[in-house]
């Protein structure tokens, strides 16, 4: 079953650290976020392959908006 991640916050995508095809560990980070310049980790909720990552660094994000697929 996938898991999708999606944004909490409007932010600025400042680093993205893990790419598609990737195998993560529940806890692992995905993503690096800044908003209000205070830097937000997106972590994996549970281990597996990265199928998707939908943001590249540079993107702003709103409100749930897709930001990986894990499977």
């Not at 680093?15 to 976020?33: N, R, S, W």
């Not at 972590?43 to 939908?54: F, M, T, Y």
Request: aromatic share 2%.
């Amino acid at each position: 079953m996938a898991e999708e991640i999606r944004a909490e916050m409007v932010a600025n995508v400042w680093k993205v650290v893990a790419t598609a095809g990737d195998t993560v560990a529940e806890g692992d980070t995905l993503v690096i976020l800044e908003s209000m310049k205070m830097e937000i980790p997106v972590v994996a909720e549970s281990e597996g392959v990265i199928q998707q990552l939908a943001v590249h660094e540079g993107d702003v994000v709103q409100d749930g908006d897709l930001i990986a697929v894990i499977a």
